[in-house]
């Protein structure tokens, strides 16, 4: 039951991480890089709260190696992170749920199942 909670967290640690960034980025106009738009980058809560999340996914997930086969765990963790992900893009970044989407996520449940 404790390794299934630590897998769970992770994903939810992992998910956060890239919903974070995401956040940080959205406003941040990568076309032309400049000094000026690193320090943007370096200096923006959103993307070290976002660095320190991926760092304890990380940790999380060397856990998960150590107590799974990463043949069996990997998929899982993919599959159901890129659903949550959607999901969670979709009602928090206000991004665009489509047809394509929808059937890759039935095809990735599917894979899951």
Same mark, same amino acid.
């Given at each position: 039951?404790?390794?299934?909670?630590?897998?769970?967290?992770?994903?939810?640690?992992?998910?956060?991480?890239?919903?974070?960034?995401?956040?940080?980025?959205?406003?941040?106009?990568?076309?032309?890089?400049?000094?000026?738009?690193?320090?943007?980058?370096?200096?923006?809560?959103? +993307?070290?709260? *976002? !660095?320190? &999340?991926?760092?304890?996914?990380? /940790? @999380?997930? =060397?856990?998960?190696?150590?107590?799974?086969?990463?043949?069996?765990?990997?998929?899982?963790? +993919?599959?159901? *992170? !890129?659903? &949550?992900?959607?999901?969670?893009? /979709? @009602?928090? =970044?206000?991004?665009?749920?489509?047809?394509?989407?929808?059937?890759?996520?039935?095809?990735?449940?599917?894979?899951?199942?």
């Amino acid at each position: 039951m404790f390794k299934a909670i630590v897998v769970i967290v992770a994903l939810c640690v992992n998910i956060a991480a890239q919903l974070i960034s995401r956040k940080g980025m959205m406003n941040i106009d990568l076309s032309v890089i400049s000094f000026a738009k690193v320090m943007e980058i370096v200096s923006s809560l959103y +993307v070290w709260t *976002g !660095l320190s &999340l991926y760092g304890i996914s990380f /940790v @999380l997930y =060397l856990y998960i190696l150590t107590k799974f086969e990463v043949s069996y765990i990997y998929p899982i963790i +993919v599959g159901l *992170g !890129l659903i &949550l992900l959607l999901t969670f893009s /979709v @009602l928090f =970044l206000d991004e665009v749920f489509t047809v394509n989407k929808l059937l890759g996520v039935l095809l990735i449940s599917a894979g899951i199942i």
